[in-house]
């Protein structure tokens, strides 16, 4: 309400005073719904870290990847397993579609199974196998 009531204040500062509130309101709407057509428009970089085979395989410790901002966990290891191929075609299990049980992947941290999840400006993704003890 009150972004409303700014924006029609600087309508009728720059001489559009016969604007009424539901013409303000359609503005408001229509300049949110552009804003976020271009933030799905815009590119955002990633980091991935690889460890173990992964390191081996890719012959480098990490990556930028450029991407788009609705880019999804399985669109990147995709991507990696066309380029790579060998293990990083195994890191989603093909029956459920989720992380195979036999890699981890971190995401900001954060254990992630999910290959549907959204990455975000600035992820640092970490793809590993996971450490056993006893």
């Given at each position: 309400?009150?972004?409303?009531?700014?924006?029609?204040?600087?309508?009728?500062?720059?001489?559009?005073?016969?604007?009424?509130?539901?013409?303000?309101?359609?503005l408001?709407n229509?300049?949110?719904?552009?804003?976020?057509?271009?933030?799905?428009?815009?590119?955002?970089?990633?980091?991935?870290?690889?460890?173990?085979?992964?390191?081996?395989?890719?012959?480098?410790?990490?990556?930028?990847?450029?991407?788009?901002?609705?880019?999804?966990?399985?669109?990147?290891?995709?991507?990696?397993?066309?380029?790579?191929?060998?293990?990083?075609?195994?890191?989603?299990?093909?029956?459920?579609g989720?992380?195979?049980?036999?890699?981890?992947?971190?995401?900001?941290?954060?254990?992630?199974?999910?290959t549907?999840?959204?990455?975000?400006?600035?992820?640092?993704?970490?793809?590993?196998?996971?450490?056993?003890?006893?």
């Amino acid at each position: 309400m009150v972004q409303r009531v700014e924006l029609l204040y600087k309508l009728y500062k720059c001489g559009l005073s016969n604007i009424n509130s539901a013409t303000i309101i359609k503005l408001s709407n229509f300049i949110t719904s552009r804003t976020r057509q271009l933030v799905k428009l815009m590119n955002f970089r990633v980091k991935i870290q690889f460890f173990a085979m992964f390191r081996e395989i890719a012959g480098r410790k990490e990556l930028i990847q450029d991407i788009r901002s609705e880019t999804t966990l399985g669109e990147i290891l995709d991507t990696l397993a066309r380029k790579y191929g060998k293990d990083f075609e195994e890191t989603v299990d093909k029956k459920t579609g989720q992380v195979d049980i036999n890699t981890l992947v971190m995401i900001n941290g954060q254990n992630v199974r999910d290959t549907k999840m959204k990455l975000k400006d600035n992820d640092l993704i970490i793809i590993t196998v996971p450490v056993g003890g006893g």
